[in-house]
């Protein structure tokens, strides 16, 4: 029979544990990559042996992550019900599902079986059938085969049964038994068998969990702002916390979900019984095992740990912050006890950072917005979230608006835009320009080096009365080299950011300008004389080398122009040629005709052509090896830059 109720891992398990004791969650840590890591006290057993109850949906990953912490003890099995569907559970049983839909039902899949009922009469007898009355009456009515013939009883009237054959009536309980486990979403227990274990223990694993959230409020007063940093997290983790200690991981690690909990099974294709034919197997030569290296230590002394105080318990830490290179982790400052399925918010950062009103305008928006610039001044890095930014600058504090906050590194600056600037015009406008900055000839080639030039702006219009600092994001290639401002400018992703500030009114430009610098080469005899008479005519080349180039581009032309002649000379001489055979075939095909004499001058005409011709091609040739050979010596012999 196979085994359909029970799941088995990393081993083969002892008999049950009376004395075994549920672990206790006593740590966790909620990361905002999506998943948290759970931690569990217990004591174990004289055998090792402790249970841990789990909700279903949790049970892949726990199969997938489960460990037990200490040098000592290791997990040898966890033994759980199985995730089989109710048809494989039946399926080693002697009923099916549909038995079980109502006493009728599970007394006409027992026909044949001795039973005893109780009711209003007691019997016993083999059952027969379960069938309604004739004649109108839907009351079933169950037929026994007793000592002395038949009895009939109607259903209504059976209150009890009992089956004779007591390895039936285990099975009627294993199926009751499957119908429980596989209800509902609800909690699974694991029985959990350490080796080297003894006593208190501790258990782990990482299962999937609402991700925590940050959100800011930044009371913005002069040039600084209040900034304190909230936490939102939920206990979805199927147990109440009671003391636990929390902590947060604001991190992206790699986290993989994988049906561990489901039975796979694999198609296999489906061939006919071999009745003549044999097969001879190949023999299997094995497979090369490979080892594996084991992983390399962390280094501890990466960590950088401090502490932020709260301003408003002057003293008491409001989480302990340790920066780490994947994840920044916020220790809660007390143990929490949260119920499952609540939310909790609570203060993790506060503190006074520098904080500065702007105009920003993204990269590719036409559409200014009000934000404030901060800057972390902080030791570790701060988490991304939602901010409410408000202003108590005037005295009553007013609320001006949300933005979000990425990850701010230590030492780092962010703009939170938090409204939009209307009373902004703006204009964006570009240029571009190209110049030679250098040129030189070698071997034959013109290497010209050429800066293209590219102008990003901003056209700024300020209402009147009131001042801004504009903060501009210009897009710019990486090949770029920026060429004006040479202040208040930064490099950014994908461009740069320029910072100006206007007066009250006042009307101006943000502008960057850019600087690409691109060689190009020339092989000067196979170049076009059209494209280096564009650089002749430039007048950005020095005057040597603009004379220089004048003069390549007269020798192509008139190698050029004898290549021409030769062409046209070639084409007037095939002309000619066919003149000559068409006369030469006339004259053939007139005999002694009167015509003959004519077609005879014809042809000494055509052939005096012809020999003509070839002169003026021969001539044409000459020109053009010349005007080439001319044009190379030349070439060869250049040298400039």
Known sequence: MKPTKVCLILGILAAGHANAEEARLTRVLLSQGGVAYYEFAAMADAQGKLFLDAPRSQLDDILKSLVVLG????????RLPGDAPLSVAFGSLPLNESAFQSLPDLLRALKGEMVTVSGGREATGRIVAVDPVVGGDTSAVLTLQGETGLIRLPMAEVQGMQLADAALNAAVTKALDAFQEARGEGMRRLDITLDGARGQTALAYVAAAPLWKSTYRLTLEGGSGALQGWAVLENYSGH???GVEVTLSSGNPAAFHQALYQAYFVNRPEVPVEMFERILPPVDTGAMAEAMAAPAPMDASRLATTQVQSSAKRGAPLAQISEEPTQILFKLGSNISLANGQTLTLPIVAGNVPAKLVTYLAMYEDRPLAAVQVENRGQTALPPGVATIYDASKGAVGYLGDARLGMVPAGEDRLLAFAGDPKIKI???????????????ANGV?????TQYYTKAVDVALPKGE???FVVDLPAS???????????VRKIKDGY????SFAAGEKGAVEARFAEDMSRHFALLETDASQLAVYVQGGDLSPAMQAALAEVVKRKEAAAAAKRRVAEATEQLQAAEQDEDRARQNLTAVGADALRQRYLDKLVEAEAAVDKLKLEQQSAN?????AEANLREYIKNLKIG
């Open 71 to 78: 040098s000592k003890a290791r997990v040898a099995s966890v």
């Open 240 to 242: 109440d916390w009671h």
């Open 427 to 441: 204009d964006r406008r570009e240029d571009a320009s190209r110049s030679v900055t250098s040129a030189k000839i």
């Open 446 to 450: 013109l290497t010209v080096v050429e």
């Open 467 to 469: 001042a801004r600092t």
């Open 478 to 488: 990486d090949n770029w080299k920026l060429v004006a401002p040479g202040k208040g």
């Open 497 to 500: 950011r320029i910072t100006k």
């Open 622 to 626: 000459d020109a053009l090896r010349a």
